[in-house]
Every structure is written in C-alpha cells, then in structure tokens.
C-alpha cells in the first residue's frame, strides 16, 4: 500500500458520493452510493449506517467491501479494500457524524430521510489509484501550519487572559482569513457554557449562553470532540436549540436568552473545537462562515491544535491569576456621582442582576457584582482585591474550575457595552477599581423580600 | 417471488425493467456504477462510462475501462455475478440491477457514439449541480486504453431512490 489514507482524506468530504460494493454470503453483489463517510485515522474509515438495506445485510454476514471515492478538486478515483468491524450508536465519532449527516441532508433536500442510526467501521487494508486522467489541484488557500505558526506566537506573547482571547480571535482573523469566531468557556457547574469573548459579529453576545449539547457548540462540549459541518442546517442550529431549551425548561431560564448568542444569519459551514488543558474540559473554540464546505480536514487539525494551546495559555494564565500577589494600592479618595440614582436589582434565586429595568448578567457574574456594589455602598470601598473575592462566601464560585478572572472579563465586558454607570477597572496586580458615575439603589428582590439600601456615592 | 429474499429472485421469465426504466437508464446522465464478486466473496467495483439496453429489454451492456476494471473483470469471468446501480444526482432517484449471467465482450459497432452521448448526458448533469466539465471528464476518463461491455440479463432490478421505499424490487416500487 503505497497511498496513505490521510493523504486523501478530502475524498472522503463527500463533494462525490462514495460507491460500495458488497455481496451476500450467496455471492449477490450489491453497490449503493453513500451519503457519507468519515476519516477515522491512517488506518479506518466510517460510513453512516442508516436504513436496514442490502448493505447492512451483507456486511453483517461478510464484512469485505469495496468502496472508490473521488477527489473533489482533481476528480482522481481512489479504491479502498475495506473490512467492516463494528457500529458505534453513541459517543464522539457518532455525534460528529450524526451532525454533519444533519448538514448534508439539509443540502441535498433529505432532512428527515438521512438519520443516523449507527457508525460503521472499517478498516482500510489497501487504496489503489485507479488510472485515469487528474485535474490539477488548485492552489492551497494559505499554508495552515504557516498560520498556527503565527497564531501561536501571538498567544505565546499573551499575559492577560481577556488578551490571550481578543489575540486569539484576531490571529484566526489575519493569518486563517476567519472572521466570524467567539470563545466560550465551561460554566463551574458543568452544564453550559458563556461566550467570553467574540469576533466579526454585530454585537459581541458576551455573556450569551449555550446548554451542554446544544447544537454543534454544545455537542461539541459534550462529546469532546470537535464538530464540523460543511452546509446549514436547522438542526443544529443554536439559535434554534437554544429556544427549544429555554422553551423546554420554562420560565427560570428564561434570562439565557436575554443576551443574544452572536452568530451568522447566512452561516453555511461551522467548525466547533473543545478547549481542553490538564485532561479536563475549558471551553469551546468556534469558527463559522457563510460558504459552504469552508473547512475541512486541514483545518479542523489546524484549530485542535490551536485550541490545544489556547486550553494551556488559559489554565496558565488562571493559575497565575490566582497566585499573584496581590499589589496594595491606596484606595482612592471617595468620588462623588451624581445625578438621578439607579437601581441595582439582585435576585436572590439565579443571582441575576438589573441596573433599572436592564438586565445586566446573572450566575456567579451577578454575585460577583453585587457583593461589590454592596460593600461599595455600604462602606464605601472602591477597590477590590481578586483574592478577597475568591475568598467571599457570598459569591457561589462553584468549584476551582470555574475561574474567578473569567467571570470578571465578562462582568467587565457586559458593563461597558451597556455603558453602564457602574465600571470596572484593572487597578494593578490582582486588584480591582469599582467607579459609579450616578448613586446607586440596592434593591434585594425575591427570596424574602425586597431589601432597599438607598445611598448616595 | 414473494416467500423469497428480494436479493435472490427467481428467474423472471420477462425484463423486470419497463420502458420508462429502459428510457433512465440509456438516456440520463446518470452515474453508473459496476459491482461484481469473487469466487471466495471478495466483492469489487468501477465505475461505467456508458450502457446499451437491447429494444427488448433483455439484455444489458455496460461500459467500462478495462485497466482501471482488472479484478472486476476477473470476477464477472470467474462467477457471471453483476450489479449495476444508475444514480442521477439532482433527483437521486437510483435504480439497481443485478444479473447472474455476466459476461466480457468486445464493444458493438455504435457502442463508441454510445460512450460519447453518456459523457455529454453526464457532463450535463453534473454541470448542472456545480462540477465542471473537465472533473467529470476526468470522473468516467477511460486512459484512452481499452473499454470493453458487460452484458447480462437483468434478472432483478431495485429502486434504490434514498427513503422508505429503498430497496424494494421495482415491480413494488412503482
């Protein structure tokens, strides 16, 4: 076997169906066209199992098969001698078929005709060439590992978290030609994730939020697996998914959709990366654009590899957060705001926060938030050390994994693109600066009764 | 017919392909695609480049590039077993058919205009969901070695159109 299967692994994107060639344990041959099939590694191939027909009958009473695939770009054909082994139903390799079937169903007008009912694998024990004529291949579109080369310096460079993301986002935009990304990092409770931070969209959707398994981020997270899909599809869709949640949940979680999740109208091809460091789940790295089969392959290796790095700068960069010293800064003298005050609203229940009617942001954002506006109410403090906030058994960290400096980017992000009149501002090593340019009203509601404490600052 | 398998049927006595099949068959650029199996049920594939169906619909005669063919041709010798399944790509609508008498003949006066008008259809059709026509020439590219027909007497035949009617003999189908 000379031809390496990754080497033609564009052949299995599917641009040109597949044939197969099976035969019953009478020697009947069969031949059936696949909608899909799926690199597994240098040594197995998926195909999708998804009606009970001749094919499946014949693998399960002889597993030898013959499957050409063809080239996208050249139109070379390509014969594989393939041995069926087994059908996975569930787990990554599943998910990630099961939501690039839903995309190409949706393309080719079969939605609710392809269904995936299990992955079959096999392995490819010889590709032979088949002689004929080739077209050249088109140029590539950039060297990828050009690209991770320069990315990668950029986060190397990194020494702020909220920087490491906005580097990150920019050096998919300059060096991948990738304008439509966001970041979003796993909730300490392990049941969704938050974006934190955005490129290319109208408004950033900081804040936004998306259930574990919902759509290609949330299958994504779920599975550990990165999810690439090539055409739209409404079923996967997360504005979609994120509905069917909220609606399916009721009113509690009515807020997740409060901040809009950013995201293309027009999006044809998404590619959804899970951050991992230290053999535990960060987040999620996201990519979208509005052409069909944008990413392939190379790409999606390109940004798990990436994403590998993003995964140890963050970890690092949270670790580093926690254990700095902090560095004591005399507290400002306090500054007098003026005008109509507003109301802080804090719940009590989800810990969501509203300055007057706005909704602002809620979880361990909102408690951050509202224990300083507390003490900056209550004693007139304006700075704040990340220590004494970790320490604060008012604010429901759930666990270690849910980072403190996170949470912060994101407060702090929220308030500026509501141009609230409540600020937060670095104010050196580990410590923070509370400015409010109008008094605040701190309104207690729910969960005993509404508690005002009416002060000027 | 009924009490056996749909993959092993008798011998029908009559084509199980009407004319409108016939028509899909000789004149849609459909892609074609040749199946066959080894003594020792090692099955094999290519691809065809063209086909002629007799007026009665008896016999069938498709198509293909001897070199890039050799195990299949090996095959329809060793064991006359054939499956052929024409696809056209913008309807999807499929259709199989199997034969049990294969076998290796040189191409019929008239069979290189056949191969030629199959390579326009096919452009055609490909061209219309977005394939150039030099891929598709490169797709059914036959090296410019030998092409030589596989007839056989189609003894069955499937519809094989992706969705709940999939698989079923034609005579169902329709």
């Known amino acids: ?457 | 017919m009924p009490d056996q398998p749909p993959s092993v049927p008798s011998a029908a006595p009559e084509s199980p392909i009407d004319a409108e099949h016939a028509a899909f068959i000789a004149t849609a650029g459909a892609s074609i695609s040749v199946g066959s199996s080894s003594a020792d049920l090692l099955p094999s594939i290519t691809r065809g480049i063209g086909c002629r169906i007799a007026p009665d619909r008896s016999r069938i005669s498709v198509f293909v590039a001897a070199d890039q063919a050799r195990e299949l041709l090996d095959d329809v010798r060793a064991t006359r077993r054939i499956a052929v399944v024409f696809s056209e790509p913008h309807s999807h609508r499929t259709l199989q058919i199997k034969g049990r008498d294969a076998v290796v003949e040189s191409l019929e006066p008239g069979d290189r205009e056949r191969i030629e008008r199959y390579r326009t259809a096919f452009t055609a059709e490909l061209g219309a969901i977005g394939f150039g026509p030099l891929f598709t020439h490169a797709l059914i590219d036959s090296g410019g070695g030998d092409v030589v027909a596989l007839a056989f007497t189609p003894c069955a035949a499937f519809d094989q159109t992706p969705g709940p009617r999939a698989g079923e003999p034609l005579a169902n189908a329709k």
């Open chain 1, 1 to 457: 076997m000379t031809q390496r299967l990754d080497a033609i692994r564009e052949c299995l994107e599917g641009a040109v169906p597949g044939i197969m060639a099976t035969c019953a344990a009478d020697g009947t041959p069969n031949v059936a066209y696949l909608s899909q099939t799926e690199y597994v590694d240098g040594r197995h191939i998926a195909l999708s199992y998804q009606f009970f027909n001749t094919t499946r009958r014949n693998i399960l009473e002889n597993p030898e098969a013959r499957l050409i695939v063809t080239h996208p770009h050249t139109g070379e054909r390509f014969r594989l001698r393939l041995r069926y082994l087994r059908t996975e139903t569930a787990g990554p390799l599943f998910e990630r078929m099961k939501a690039k079937l839903a995309g190409i169903a949706s393309h080719t007008g079969m939605s609710g005709v392809f269904r995936l009912l299990g992955s079959d694998i096999y392995r490819v024990s010889e590709i032979e060439r088949i002689p004929g004529a080739a077209l050249a291949p088109p140029p590539p579109r950039a060297s990828l590992l050009a690209a991770l080369r320069a990315v990668s310096a950029r986060i190397a460079c990194c020494r702020e978290l909220d920087l490491l993301f906005a580097e990150t986002l920019a050096g998919l935009e300059a060096q991948f030609d990738i304008r439509h990304a966001m970041v979003l990092l796993l909730d300490g409770s392990g049941s969704r994730l938050y974006t934190i931070a955005s490129r290319g969209y109208e408004a950033s959707g900081v804040g936004s939020e998306i259930p574990l398994g919902q759509g290609v981020i949330g299958v994504a997270a779920r599975e550990g697996t990165p999810i690439r899909i090539g055409y739209a599809t409404l079923e996967y869709a997360y504005g979609r998914a994120i509905r069917a949640a909220t609606e399916a949940s009721g009113l509690a979680d009515a807020l997740e959709t409060e901040i809009p999740l950013p995201g293309l109208a027009d999006s044809a091809s998404q590619l959804a990366v899970p951050i991992r460091a230290a053999g535990r789940l960060l987040g999620v790295l996201y990519v979208e654009s509005p052409h069909n089969l944008r990413f392939g392959y190379d790409d999606e290796d390109a940004l798990v590899a990436l994403a590998g790095q993003l995964g140890a700068a963050t970890l690092a960069l949270q670790q580093a957060s926690e254990l700095q010293e902090e560095v004591l800064v005399p507290e400002p003298p306090p500054q007098s705001s003026a005008g109509r005050p507003v109301v802080v609203r804090h719940y009590a229940g989800d810990d969501s926060v509203f300055l007057d009617d706005d909704y602002l942001i809620k979880g361990v954002a909102g408690s951050i938030f509202w224990a300083l506006v507390r003490d900056h109410v209550d004693t007139g403090r304006s700075t704040f050390s990340n220590r004494e906030l970790r320490l604060d058994p008012r604010i429901r960290l759930p666990d270690l994994s849910d980072n403190l400096e996170a949470r912060l980017i994101l407060l702090r992000r929220r308030l500026n693109e509501r141009e609230a009149c409540v600020r937060l501002e670095k104010a050196g090593r580990g410590r923070l600066l509370l400015t409010a340019s109008r008094p605040l009203t701190l309104v207690e509601a729910g969960q005993g009764g509404a508690r005002a404490d009416g002060a000027g600052c």
